[in-house]
């Protein structure tokens, strides 16, 4: 079994990455639950030394990862936030990063809390308006850290001119491309040098394992990830890099149900007279959706809308039945969550509602169920406003 080089999308899901097992003929990779590797002498040995620096499940993920973006290598790590912390070591002290203003609130975090006591500068730029990016650059920006459709009131980013924008100035541009999933958007086919997942989220799709990756194209970041994933060692295990390996076969089919949920979803709630305001891509009233239809293929499976006060949106989030409270996102099962309390908490309170994740805000992650059923739990908890 060899993958064309021409391969397809839901092809490469499948196939990429991996080959039967060379002594048994497994078709699945298997989950190579090892910390070392017998050496058949001094140096000599199969490839592998060390479970932190080389794993043949985990090595099995990034090659499927790096082929359904359009990379050239790929890393995993043991969470979302241990691959977007590797990306920034890219960088020293000094440098300068532009961020999207309306970033995860991890993110966010990290970098306010964490990275600025090692002299990291961030300005954060609603990169959904033509030129802000742009205009947030200095002649010390190194990094241009972008994501879209953002968390949690899905701004669109025109990812071809913000890497156009910053490549003038010699910038590297990084695209968190969790929230729409390869399936959705390939940001490296806009000219982005780095893509960073929660492996945790769509890709996994399951809600049972948590990771991170990134995928590279430029020499000098594939080296240096290669040495920093081994020398700090925030690896993802070989039971979670089997995990997403299964969760990468079904992205394809899992995505085009998630997408069409959504939509449905998405309208029902914008025609539903106790919601103020729905946040979709794939409606006409959303700011960039001819963006969107250009970029994306679907619109994605998160929905935000606004009920009009914290206590209205406590009620329609403790009443739902199906739908289950918890943070993340992206699984087969329908998740709502509260934003403001949960996902950005730790962004202050005056930014958050600058960036519109005010206090009445709910955000859906749309599962695969029947989406009449879905609908009918939305429809009895918004009747008890």
Not at 144 to 169: G, K, M, Q, S
Not at 210 to 217: C, D, E, R, S, Y
Not at 273 to 289: A, F, R, W
Request: aromatic residues 6%.
């Amino acid at each position: 079994m060899r993958l064309p080089e021409n391969a397809r999308f839901s092809t490469r899901c499948i196939h990429a990455g991996q080959v039967p097992d060379p002594s048994t003929g497994a078709i699945i990779t298997p989950i190579y639950q090892t910390s070392t590797y017998v050496q058949e002498a001094l140096g000599v040995h199969k490839g592998y030394e060390y479970g932190r620096t080389q794993n043949p499940t985990r090595a099995a993920l990034e090659a499927n990862l790096a082929a359904i973006e359009n990379g050239r290598a790929g890393f995993c790590f043991a969470s979302g936030m241990a691959a977007t912390g590797a990306v920034m070591t890219l960088l020293e002290a000094g440098d300068h990063v532009v961020a999207t203003d309306n970033l995860y609130g991890g993110t966010y975090r990290l970098f306010e809390r964490v990275l600025r006591k090692y002299r990291l500068d961030f300005t954060y730029a609603d990169t959904s308006q033509p030129g802000e990016l742009a205009r947030a650059i200095r002649p010390n920006t190194r990094l241009v850290f972008l994501e879209t459709p953002t968390n949690p009131v899905l701004r669109i980013t025109d990812l071809r001119e913000a890497c156009a924008a910053a490549h003038e100035h010699g910038v590297a541009v990084v695209v968190d491309n969790t929230f729409a999933s390869p399936c959705v958007q390939r940001p490296i086919d806009f000219g982005a040098d780095l893509v960073v997942h929660s492996t945790t989220k769509f890709l996994n799709g399951h809600s049972d394992s948590v990771g991170g990756a990134v995928v590279a194209t430029r020499d000098e970041h594939i080296d240096w990830l290669r040495f920093v994933q081994n020398a700090e060692g925030a690896i993802l295990g070989p039971m979670d890099a089997w995990l997403v390996l299964r969760g990468t076969k079904t992205l394809p089919i899992r995505m085009e149900r998630h997408n069409a949920n959504a939509m449905v979803l998405a309208g029902f709630l914008a025609s539903h007279p106790k919601v103020e305001t729905v946040h979709y891509p794939g409606l006409p009233s959303h700011p960039q959706h001819e963006l969107a239809r250009r970029q994306m293929r679907g619109f994605g499976g998160l929905i935000a809308f606004r009920a009009g006060s914290f206590e209205r949106a406590r009620t329609v989030l403790n009443g739902v039945r199906l739908m289950a409270l918890a943070e993340s996102l992206g699984g087969v099962e329908t998740l709502v969550s509260h934003p403001a309390t949960m996902t950005h908490a730790s962004v202050p309170e005056a930014e958050r509602r600058r960036l519109g994740i005010t206090d009445d805000l709910v955000r859906i992650s749309v599962g695969i169920e029947d989406v009449e059923d879905l609908q009918e739990d939305l429809a009895q908890a918004l009747d008890r406003l």
